[in-house]
């Protein structure tokens, strides 16, 4: 029988790709991959490729109430998150869980332009 080996590639379908792909990289710094998919950006993540992908069809973003993703944990690492934190504050971006010190390093939880809950850590 064949197994999964698990994660390979993670995608967020937005509302907006052109101003989604826009945060991802000036706000959190990650870079395009050279080659994207038609209707997404992919970036140059590691171990795991992320994405940001226009939604498919019947998907309707609007309708995922309180917000896109409730149950899934997407979690980005970063090199250091408190400055990240501090970045994202600074520039109005909903903060949904405070800095904390934990198991994974420094943690805080922010809300994308489409208000996914993405948490970033910073231990490797």
């Given amino acids: 029988m064949a197994a999964v080996t698990g994660p390979d590639f993670i995608a967020l379908q937005v509302r907006d790709l052109a101003a989604s792909a826009a945060f991802y990289e000036q706000r959190l710094g990650l870079r395009r991959a050279p080659v994207s998919p038609p209707h997404g950006v992919v970036f140059a993540t ?3 490729a992320f994405a940001v ?3 498919l069809p019947g998907v309707d973003l609007d309708a995922a109430l309180p917000r896109p993703g409730v149950g899934v944990a997407v979690w980005l690492h970063a090199d250091d998150a408190q400055e990240l934190h ?7 971006v909903p903060i949904l869980a405070a800095p ?3 198991p ?5 939880t922010f809300a994308d332009p489409d208000g996914y809950a993405v948490t970033v850590h910073d231990r490797a």
């Fill in 53 to 55: 992908r226009e939604p």
């Fill in 104 to 108: 994974f390093g420094r943690t805080f």
């Fill in 46 to 48: 590691t171990p795991i």
């Fill in 100 to 102: 904390v010190d934990g």
């Fill in 86 to 92: 501090d970045s994202l504050a600074g520039a109005a």
